[in-house]
């Protein structure tokens, strides 16, 4: 029985003692006042019944003198034993260690709580709204919860900060996220305690990424979009005769621009380059078109540099699908084409949806991804695909980013043993100069010791992987799925021209992740962001082009570091 139920039921059974006790004094004492017979009543509670002479009593007194007392006694008993559930949940939450602490109350919150639970982790939910009923409900899930103001001095210590595995902040504020971050930062001191804080939004995670070394930075959308991509790429369409190596022409639509629009377009921007498409095209429809523009490009100066964009202005949300049908009549027949609908509501992303589905002329090689909503539950097309619920994204792998840091950290450690190799020919056959440039350079030092802006640039490569083995013909999505023999087989039977074609890939692929984080064009100057490198792939230098050729070679090496490491939350 619910805490809601009981008291419930304890009200219920006062109200009823009252009337039955009032119904029996006043047939047993009609000439009583009114305040006779309530005081009388009363003491019923307190197993005072007044020694009233009549006999036999009536039945209403005497069913009130029995419950009256039982409902006082009951009262005692559920004011015990929430007292020794509150002293002994408060006992169990001092002394927790190595446990995982998660600031929030909201539902990706609260889903990111019950995947570490279901993972065997000790997992303490800290509300910032006292009184709140989801602290019960994590108490019966199997997860710790306390209740405390985000303005408490003494946080840190309630939820034994330094004796935690992890702290994640994950409210729906980025700001009170950013202050609480640091807050546990700080009260961890010495204590190394990996501080990990959700931002949804994008410049802001950025700004944060690149100013608070000791904190790491996570952005649901971008996570979100990360696995989107990666469900349905954009180069590889299932019911196309294309192959990912021989799309040419790329397109996406985007309407609506929100948090999720947004972080779709930076993944896009950072990953989607293929071996035969130079840039994918991207539209950008919604309403104030112009000012979207300005915000996209204040945010991220050279994303010219990565994609083609252009934007469409869509006064009246109704008449978005007709914008987008008429965008497509435009396409050529070959272009494959997603379309990320969103709109107000996921209802009107389903109509809007399911009106370019019906009117558009351009049925090959054409997708939808639109929301889930209560229209899409049965919806059975293979051109409109609905997005899984936001739960399914709220996985401690995803969120926390160690399935992508797995295998960014293996692409880390990969180019640090080849370095470390270059240093060690360097000075084999004397060359100490170019031996000091490689010791030199800011990210040669373990993939803990890098930087917040140095690892994101590791995930761009990650997030790339399983678009170079699409390029190699390789169909499936996932790359640990991949047999790492059949990655070299596929690498050994490309030609000089193939080769060529992936190695600018891999060069486009780099340098958008150079692009995107604020990098510009100029003598190697790190701490100025200026390289050299930042030219076509045919400017660059026969040794910068071997190296993009030696990453499309040892994909199937990369594949065999990262099957020898095991996942692991940590």
Known sequence: MSDQTKKAVFIFSVCLSIALGLHGWHTLKPDYAWSTKIYATIQLFTLESGNPEEDPLPLTFELARYLAPL??????????????????????????????????????????????????????VVLTMEGSVIAESCWN??????????????????????????????????????KLALLMRKAAGSHHLPVLLNLDDEQLCNTVQNQY???????????VSRVLLNEYPLEFSEQ?????????????????????????????????????????????????????????????????ECLELHFLE?????????????????????????????????????????????????????????????????LEDRQLCVLPDSAVFCNAHMLLQDSIDHLAARVHQT??????????????????????????????????ALRNEQKEENRGAADHLAIKLRALGMAQKDPADMDPAQVDAAAAKLDGKQLEALAEMEHRRWAAVKWMTGWTLGPRHDPSKRHPNLVSYQELDEPTKQYDRDQILGTGNMLRALSASSKKIT
């Open 71 to 124: 409902t006082t006694a009951s009262g005692i008993f559920l004011g015990m034993s929430q007292f020794i559930l509150l002293r002994t949940r408060q006992t169990k939450v001092r002394n927790l260690s190595n446990h995982f602490i998660i600031v929030g109350g909201n539902e990706r919150a609260l889903a990111l709580a019950r995947d570490l639970s279901a993972s065997g982790h000790q997992v303490l």
């Open 141 to 178: 899930e199997g997860f710790y919860a306390v209740e405390v103001s985000e303005s408490a001095h003494n946080l840190p210590e309630v939820v034994r900060v330094t004796q935690a595995a992890r702290v994640i902040v994950f409210t729906e504020d980025d700001y009170t996220n950013l």
């Open 213 to 223: 070394e000791s904190i790491a930075v996570c952005n649901y959308y971008r996570c």
């Open 240 to 304: 196309s005769d294309f192959a990912a190596q021989d799309a040419s022409d790329i397109r996406l639509i985007i309407t609506h621009w929100d948090l999720l629009s947004r972080a779709f377009l930076y993944q896009v921007a950072k990953v989607a380059h293929y071996a035969n498409c130079p840039k994918t095209k991207v539209y950008v429809v919604c309403k104030g078109v112009e000012l979207v523009q300005q915000l996209i490009h204040a945010a991220y100066p050279h994303i010219d």
């Open 314 to 378: 869509s006064q009246d949300p109704e008449l978005t699908p007709n914008v987008v049908i008429q965008l497509l009549a435009s396409f050529p027949d070959e272009a494959l084409t997603s379309i990320l609908f969103l709109a107000d509501s996921p209802e009107d992303s389903f109509s809007g949806s399911v009106r370019i589905k019906d009117q558009c002329k351009k049925q090959e090689n054409l997708r939808i991804l639109l929301p889930q909503s209560p229209l899409s539950g049965s």
């Open 415 to 448: 180019w640090y043993e080849e370095t470390s190799e270059r240093i060690k020919q360097c000075l084999d056959r004397g060359d100490t100069p170019q031996a000091e440039r490689y010791q030199n350079s800011p990210y040669f030092k373990p993939w803990t």
